[in-house]
């Protein structure tokens, strides 16, 4: 199983996720995470591994699997948004292994369930209010997988289809001028008072969220822990919150309780 | 408070949010989805209202809010995507309504809580494996509320920039033509083999999931309830899944226990 923890704190994993962890004998992860989850484990095994062994972590996964063992391998926020879902997939395929649900009722290598959560553009967007109401792209700035100029590339078709532009990987330590770089394309396309929002730790220790302006966006509270919403042509602010309106004001303007069908938010 | 339901199965609603309804005095939100979260409720008012009442239950909320009542405006996958948290924001602002967090020490009308969860995107991603691990776009093809020309220009700069390209309502009783529009201006620039994933009810009762090509893909199984995942040109089928890889393989190919330090998925 690939288990998505969600932003951190357990409120927000879902039961589905608190039950793998519960069923699982093994335990992989990143250090952090494990830790995140500790007060959920009983007597699992754990395997926790530093900040660039994914394909070690996901080697014992495999290992683990093969030899019938229940593995629970935990990502944080949703593993299937530049998580570890992708990666352990990818090395089943290339090593030639037979994978599938468990209700598939195939015949397998072992069973894998990729479990959902809730993603950090979710707990950074419900923190800023509604930024994400619109179409949106999601651009993670990290150049260590991705040619930088792909990611330019990207940025500048996001601001030509007025997307509202979510960054994840905004910087590390290593990484410094990715963002500024970003800003200064974003600049050349989009009003210098588009609003954009800045969410540290979203839902874990030490939270802490920021309403700015393109021109004004600096790079001082972001780290890796972090994500950027950029506002489209029509998000505006709203006391701490960011608003990315969808159409609707016709219909709550002047007509409160006559609205005409047609609307289409999912309830 | 707006409460985010996830796909549908309670295992898949996170604790914040259940927590969030048991402590509400009215639960406002669309029939089908009030529905679906009464097994969780005591002795809540309930005010549950048709698909087209989006402003009706908004106001609800705001009214009852204002008389100092704890109200749970409930709203399928994540509120904040294409749900009900931008409406309920839109509607406060207009009415000059002062709103705030419930840690924000502020001076407000009343509190408001945005509380995110498992979105659509995700729960369709979990069930096709691993079609998100890159850069996506999130488009929705109601053109109830955005321009058809709109839509259509953030499909081709979508394509443009090879992203994964995830459309949200693909299709409704009365609007049956948009998703083989996009498929036929995505054939212009992508290879008519890229591998789609259709996901129905993800995560609810009448649970299905179909890989197929972009060439191939017909409008048979989907409805309002369907999310449509277009890979990137390294997507690829792997049995039943889908994987759209993060640039690992020379990581995990040849030294699978040696990796140099530089990878960067989230852990």
Chains 1, 2 share one sequence.
């Not at 950090?120 to 619109?134: E, I, K, N, Q, T």
């Not at 770089?181 to 396309?189: F, K, N, S, Y």
Request: net charge negative.
């Amino acid at each position: 199983m690939v288990v998505s923890l969600g932003p951190g704190f357990p409120e927000y994993i879902i039961p589905r996720a608190q039950e793998a962890l519960a069923e699982a004998q093994v335990v992989v992860g990143y250090q952090t995470y494990v830790d995140l989850v500790r007060p959920l484990l009983t007597d699992q095994e754990v395997v926790a591994t530093g900040m660039t062994a994914e394909v070690k972590r996901c080697q014992v996964c495999l290992d683990r699997a093969g030899n019938g063992q229940r593995v629970a391998l935990v990502s944080s926020g949703d593993a299937g948004i530049y998580g570890m879902a992708g990666l352990v997939l990818e090395m089943c395929a290339a090593q030639g292994l037979k994978v599938g649900p468990p209700e598939g009722g195939l015949e397998v290598d072992f069973y894998l369930e990729v479990i959902p959560g809730v993603p950090a553009l979710a707990a950074g967007a419900a923190l800023l209010g509604a930024p994400l109401m619109h179409d949106f792209v999601t651009i993670s700035l990290s150049d260590l997988l991705t040619p930088w100029e792909t990611i330019m590339k990207r940025v500048e078709l996001a601001a030509q289809g007025d997307f509202v532009i979510v960054l994840y990987n905004p910087k590390s330590k290593k990484r410094d001028w990715q963002l500024g770089a970003v800003q200064e394309l974003l600049l050349r396309h989009k009003d210098p008072a588009t609003p954009v929002g800045i969410v540290c730790r979203a839902m874990r220790e030490g939270q802490a969220t920021m309403v700015t302006t393109l021109a004004d966006v600096t790079t001082e509270p972001v780290d890796m822990q972090t994500i950027v919403i950029i506002g489209n042509s029509q998000t505006h602010a709203y006391g701490q919150y960011l608003i990315t309106p969808r159409g609707y004001r016709d219909k709550y303007q002047g007509q409160v309780s006559g609205e005409k069908p047609g609307s289409r938010v999912r309830g």
